[in-house]
């Protein structure tokens, strides 16, 4: 099957929830773990560190990441971020 990403928007109230799934590889165990562990820095090379980068930039926003069983044999991730980020809020 050719990789495919479908992406989900649900606004609610204040905040928007996304849903993001993909068929490719799932996460480890390990990397599931590691990726929603905002303690931890990097998970390691390409793809993975990427994802902990994200992670961590939407903590800093406020947003909650959170894995979901996947739904298409990948992996899935929900994503609740604020309508405004942080920096904007305060500003207000």
């Known amino acids: 099957a050719s990789p495919a990403v479908t992406v989900e928007l649900r606004p609610a109230g204040d905040e928007a929830v996304v849903l993001v799934h993909d068929n490719g590889p ?12 905002s303690s931890l820095g990097m998970l390691g090379e390409g ?6 980068q994200a ?3 939407l903590l800093s ?3 909650q990441v959170g894995a979901l069983p996947p739904r298409f044999g990948g992996t899935s991730l929900r994503v609740i971020i604020l ?5 904007l809020r305060r500003a207000a």
């Open 26 to 37: 799932p996460l480890s165990a390990a990397d599931q773990e590691g990726l929603l562990d």
């Open 47 to 52: 793809g993975r560190s990427g994802l902990s």
């Open 55 to 57: 992670h961590h930039a």
């Open 61 to 63: 926003q406020g947003a």
């Open 83 to 87: 309508k405004a980020p942080r920096s």
